[in-house]
Structures are given as C-alpha cells and as structure tokens.
C-alpha cells in the first residue's frame, strides 16, 4: 500500500537554475527532501502530505498531527526509510 505522509515544511531551495523547488520537510523528527512542483505556492511552516518525495497537498496542522500519530501506531512509517530513492539528487 502507498501512502501519503504529513510533515512540515522547515525550509525550501531552487535547484536547476530555479526550475525546481526542492523543501526539507519534517516528518516527526526526521528531516527528508520533497519536490514542492505540485505545490508552487508551498511556504515554510506549511503542513504537507508527501508520496514518494513528492508534496502533493496542504493539510492544517491538527489534521497532519493526528495523520501522522495513527500512521505512527499502525506502524506505517516505514516508508520514510525508502524514499530518498526517489528524489533528484542535488548537483
């Protein structure tokens, strides 16, 4: 099954002469890259959901919490190991 994980967005950089938004996203404690190009106007300190290394919604802040707590207890954040695999590599 895939999911989507909820994480905060604590910083956002351009890559590829600015053709690309890259952001640090905060998953709970662990810091990971999603590509914000399904979310050009993502800021800072926005609530994400993120499938393979890609943003793709806004959530509030409860509703992310709360998302992320029973992914938490059904032992559903496995994926946040894998998805480095997917992200562009920084040049």
């Known amino acids: 099954m895939c999911l989507a994980i909820p994480g905060k967005i604590k910083s956002i950089e351009t890559l590829h ?3 690309v938004r890259m952001a640090k996203v905060s998953f709970g ?3 990971k890259e999603a590509s914000l190009e399904m ?3 993502a800021e800072v300190d926005d609530y ?3 499938h393979v290394g890609v943003a793709i919604s806004k959530v509030d ?3 992310a919490k709360k998302t992320f707590s029973y992914l938490e207890e059904i ?3 496995g994926e946040l190991e894998d998805v480095d695999e ?3 590599k920084n040049e």
Request: aromatic letters at 4%; glycine letters at 14%.
């Open 61 to 63: 802040e409860e509703e």
């Open 86 to 88: 997917y992200l562009p």
């Open 48 to 50: 994400v959901l993120v």
């Open 39 to 41: 979310l050009p106007d």
């Open 75 to 77: 032992g559903e954040l």
């Open 17 to 19: 002469n600015g053709l």
């Open 29 to 31: 404690g662990i810091t």
